[in-house]
């Protein structure tokens, strides 16, 4: 059986974490008595958040869409700091995309962060998790992976991507006791979100997606689901058939009106 993991059977290793959840979920979990390693590609925004808990966050800068890069990164943090017990695997941009004028360049490089990156991290994660019989990797993607949205037809199939991707690690890693958790937030207050053309009810905070987050990783559930009273609502209507949630989905985000000129 898999249990969550505790500050004393390692290290926390946190992507995305220059700013928003990540860099909100680092400040908690350091305050809670863990070492915590802190990745993405801005060097600087790290420093300072390890200036803020000196000796308890560790900065790793690094650009998750190297593989190998991402691989040195896990044996260098291992090696100088021991195992890394928990990674919550948070990196992931948002390029909205309109179906009338789409970019490939757009989708290639929301697939590249979103999917090959995170891939990436759990390439270099759960062999050595199952090696040791002990781990916790949480994995986030978004209620935009429920089903389909308005300008999410590249983050959206990631986040849906990633959903699948936890499930099938959840499966064949609990004989290892590895615990593996998805998280689904709905709209977090991030600048991402600034690029979202539809309405964004029942928002919260970054610091409050990093509470719910810290609170989930103490649990044996799968899914660290938020807010719930709009998770479970949007799970509800995506749980119609197709023809019904999309033409539900296309009116409640004002795309079932003919375009501006």
């Not at 350091?30 to 560790?58: M, N, Y």
């Not at 990797?137 to 209620?143: C, G, Y």
């Not at 979202?196 to 649990?219: C, D, H, W």
Request: aromatic share 6%; charged share 20%; net charge positive.
């Amino acid at each position: 059986m898999t249990r969550p993991v505790k500050p004393a059977d390692g290290i926390v290793w946190i992507t995305g974490a220059s700013s928003g959840i990540g860099a909100a979920l680092a400040r908690r979990l350091a305050r809670k008595g863990w070492t915590v390693a802190v990745s993405a590609r801005g060097a600087g925004a790290l420093e300072d958040l390890a200036k803020e808990h000196p000796g308890k966050i560790i900065p790793a800068p690094l650009d998750i869409t190297d593989a190998s890069a991402v691989a040195a990164c896990v044996e260098r943090l291992e090696a100088e700091h021991g195992p890394i017990a928990c990674a919550v695997l948070n990196a992931g941009i948002y390029i909205p995309v309109k179906a009338e004028a789409p970019s490939y360049e757009d989708y290639a490089r929301t697939f590249a962060v979103n999917l090959n990156g995170t891939a990436a991290c759990v390439s270099a994660l759960t062999g050595r998790m199952a090696e040791r019989r002990k781990g916790q990797i949480a994995i986030v993607s978004s209620a935009t992976g429920f089903g389909g949205m308005p300008t999410a037809s590249a983050y959206g199939a990631t986040k849906a991507a990633l959903i699948n991707m936890a499930e099938c690690l959840a499966i064949e890693l609990h004989r290892y006791g590895v615990h593996i958790q998805v998280v689904t937030p709905g709209f977090v207050e991030t600048p991402a979100q600034d690029d979202n053309e539809f309405p964004k009810p029942f928002m919260v905070s970054a610091q409050t997606a990093a509470r719910r987050i810290a609170s989930g990783l103490k649990s044996r559930r799968f899914e660290i689901t938020f807010p719930r009273r709009f998770t479970l609502v949007l799970k509800a209507i995506y749980a119609l058939p197709r023809s019904w949630h999309i033409a539900l989905v296309r009116r409640q985000t004002g795309w079932n009106k003919p375009p501006e000129d």
